[in-house]
């Protein structure tokens, strides 16, 4: 007897019912497939378009460098095209009083054939001028310590030691290439009482050691320098012939010959935006603190016996009597003279700034030494006696270690650095307006970059 299979239709119910609700999960999914796809797409465009806009403003720079009245681009300039994607930027420059600004826009097609731009992005980019003159920095025998973004850009630069660059560092730009003359007086090591002398051949070769992605743009002359690696516009053009060059002398006698007026470095600082005035031919006896908006307005030279620090957003200003005579504030004290959080120090309506020199040293003559050499010097070239950091900036201030080192760090705009050591860091919008010798040609660089929406 057979038996007869009956069916009962529960399979096809369950298909019938679980087949909409997979049906659905599908198309969700798909959905959210096109969605982040057209989400991935829009931002690939903008960030070809920002690419644009980037392009649109650092060729803008080079025109400016090399032809002041430069307006900007007459028409669209084809950045890329590989045939699916095109990629162009245009950019304009408006004077600004004595600055410019620059509006760069970039813009994407995709496909090519496209004449309306499925993704654009504007810029504004700040330009200021930059004065050079014949040396904006001199390092003596501890040389030029170069490290993270900074970058020097104007004058030349003559250093009596070594030079050391690492992380993105520089020294000029492809547009304004920058003279570095190197004497290699860095002998003998270890140091003795012979030292500082200019190393002989196959003593201290290649005194400018470069890590890449560091760079020189420019002529570059050291002695005994063989390596020309990551140098170039014109890059090494000499291994021997540069004379070390002594540094700037200042009369310090005479500054302290001529003080007229003595007071407690408690009575010369100040707190909370009080002001005070510092006269000339003036000694104060002690450390001096000036912080949190204060506002002191120098009347010519000033001698500081003790430490000079300023923090909290203070102005240090050139009083307008003074014309184009350079006020100069020596500074004695073994921590010598620190410049902290946007501390500004003001040049008068002559466009004249400070002169700061520290003159601690390791020697038992100091401060008063009027030479320091051998040993003493070895070990006073590596103590930091002025500092600036954290957005403090002297637009045409020379800033001066006699015997011992200038540090620089995350600081703005710098007239002038002398120093047995000048070490720059983390300071990508450090540049040089100030010559220590003379005024030379002036060149535009980027004070601030924004996104525009107009």
Same mark, same amino acid.
């Given at each position: 007897?057979?038996?007869?299979?009956?069916?009962?239709?529960?399979?096809?119910?369950?298909?019938?019912?679980?087949?909409?609700?997979?049906?659905?999960?599908?198309?969700?999914?798909?959905?959210?497939?096109?969605?982040?796809?057209?989400?991935?797409?829009?931002?690939?465009?903008?960030?070809?378009?920002?690419?644009?806009?980037?392009?649109?403003?650092?060729?803008?720079?080079?025109?400016?460098?090399?032809?002041?009245?430069?307006?900007?681009?007459?028409?669209?300039?084809?950045?890329?095209?590989?045939?699916?994607?095109?990629?162009?930027?245009?950019?304009?420059?408006?004077?600004?009083?004595?600055?410019?600004?620059?509006?760069?826009?970039?813009?994407?097609?995709?496909?090519?054939?496209?004449?309306?731009?499925?993704?654009?992005?504007?810029?504004?980019?700040?330009?200021?001028?930059?004065?050079?003159?014949?040396?904006?920095?001199?390092?003596?025998?501890?040389?030029?310590?170069?490290?993270?973004?900074?970058?020097?850009?104007?004058?030349?630069?003559?250093?009596?030691?070594?030079?050391?660059?690492?992380?993105?560092?520089?020294?000029?730009?492809?547009?304004?290439?920058?003279?570095?003359?190197?004497?290699?007086?860095?002998?003998?090591?270890?140091?003795?009482?012979?030292?500082?002398?200019?190393?002989?051949?196959?003593?201290?070769?290649?005194?400018?050691?470069?890590?890449?992605?560091?760079?020189?743009?420019?002529?570059?002359?050291?002695?005994?320098?063989?390596?020309?690696?990551?140098?170039?516009?014109?890059?090494?053009?000499?291994?021997?012939?540069?004379?070390?060059?002594?540094?700037?002398?200042?009369?310090?006698?005479?500054?302290?010959?001529?003080?007229?007026?003595?007071?407690?470095?408690?009575?010369?600082?100040?707190?909370?935006?009080?002001?005070?005035?510092?006269?000339?031919?003036?000694?104060?006896?002690?450390?001096?603190?000036?912080?949190?908006?204060?506002?002191?307005?120098?009347?010519?030279?000033?001698?500081?016996?003790?430490?000079?620090?300023?923090?909290?957003?203070?102005?240090?200003?050139?009083?307008?009597?003074?014309?184009?005579?350079?006020?100069?504030?020596?500074?004695?004290?073994?921590?010598?003279?620190?410049?902290?959080?946007?501390?500004?120090?003001?040049?008068?309506?002559?466009?004249?700034?400070?002169?700061?020199?520290?003159?601690?040293?390791?020697?038992?003559?100091?401060?008063?030494?009027?030479?320091?050499?051998?040993?003493?010097?070895?070990?006073? $070239? @590596?103590?930091? /006696?002025?500092?600036?950091?954290? =957005?403090? +900036? %002297?637009?045409?201030?020379? &800033?001066?270690?006699?015997? *011992?080192?200038?540090?620089?760090?995350?600081?703005?705009?710098?007239?002038?650095?002398?120093?047995?050591?000048?070490?720059? $860091? @983390?300071?990508? /919008?450090?540049?040089?307006?100030? =010559?220590? +010798? %003379?005024?030379?040609?002036? &060149?535009?660089?980027?004070? *601030?970059?924004?996104?525009?929406?107009?």
């Amino acid at each position: 007897m057979k038996r007869r299979l009956e069916q009962s239709g529960y399979v096809l119910i369950s298909i019938i019912i679980v087949l909409p609700f997979l049906l659905l999960i599908v198309a969700f999914y798909l959905q959210l497939a096109t969605s982040s796809y057209s989400v991935a797409r829009k931002d690939q465009l903008r960030t070809h378009a920002q690419f644009g806009a980037d392009a649109g403003a650092d060729f803008a720079v080079q025109q400016l460098n090399a032809d002041d009245e430069w307006d900007g681009t007459t028409s669209p300039i084809e950045l890329h095209n590989d045939g699916k994607t095109r990629v162009t930027y245009e950019s304009s420059v408006e004077d600004i009083g004595d600055n410019k600004t620059i509006t760069a826009t970039g813009r994407t097609y995709s496909p090519v054939t496209h004449t309306s731009p499925d993704a654009n992005v504007t810029i504004k980019v700040d330009l200021r001028p930059v004065s050079t003159g014949e040396f904006s920095l001199v390092g003596g025998v501890g040389g030029l310590e170069l490290s993270n973004s900074a970058k020097i850009i104007g004058g030349s630069v003559y250093v009596n030691g070594e030079i050391s660059m690492k992380n993105s560092s520089q020294i000029g730009l492809t547009t304004n290439p920058v003279n570095v003359f190197v004497a290699n007086q860095a002998c003998p090591s270890p140091a003795d009482s012979t030292y500082p002398q200019l190393c002989a051949s196959g003593e201290n070769n290649d005194p400018i050691t470069i890590e890449n992605p560091a760079q020189i743009y420019g002529n570059v002359t050291a002695n005994h320098q063989f390596d020309g690696s990551m140098m170039s516009s014109e890059g090494l053009v000499g291994s021997s012939g540069v004379e070390a060059l002594p540094l700037p002398a200042y009369d310090r006698e005479a500054q302290k010959a001529a003080v007229a007026t003595t007071i407690d470095g408690s009575a010369a600082s100040c707190s909370g935006s009080q002001t005070r005035t510092w006269t000339a031919n003036t000694k104060i006896t002690g450390n001096v603190s000036i912080a949190n908006n204060c506002v002191v307005t120098v009347q010519g030279n000033v001698w500081i016996t003790g430490t000079l620090t300023t923090r909290n957003s203070n102005q240090v200003v050139v009083a307008d009597s003074l014309g184009e005579t350079i006020p100069t504030i020596m500074v004695d004290g073994a921590a010598g003279a620190k410049f902290y959080n946007s501390t500004r120090l003001v040049s008068n309506s002559s466009g004249t700034g400070f002169q700061i020199i520290t003159y601690h040293s390791a020697a038992g003559c100091s401060p008063d030494c009027t030479d320091v050499s051998g040993t003493d010097l070895f070990d006073s $070239k @590596n103590i930091t /006696t002025l500092e600036l950091d954290n =957005s403090a +900036e %002297g637009a045409k201030t020379i &800033f001066y270690a006699r015997w *011992s080192q200038v540090t620089i760090n995350n600081s703005g705009q710098i007239g002038a650095l002398v120093g047995q050591t000048v070490s720059l $860091k @983390n300071s990508g /919008t450090i540049t040089f307006g100030t =010559s220590i +010798e %003379g005024v030379g040609e002036t &060149f535009w660089v980027i004070d *601030s970059y924004r996104r525009s929406y107009d």
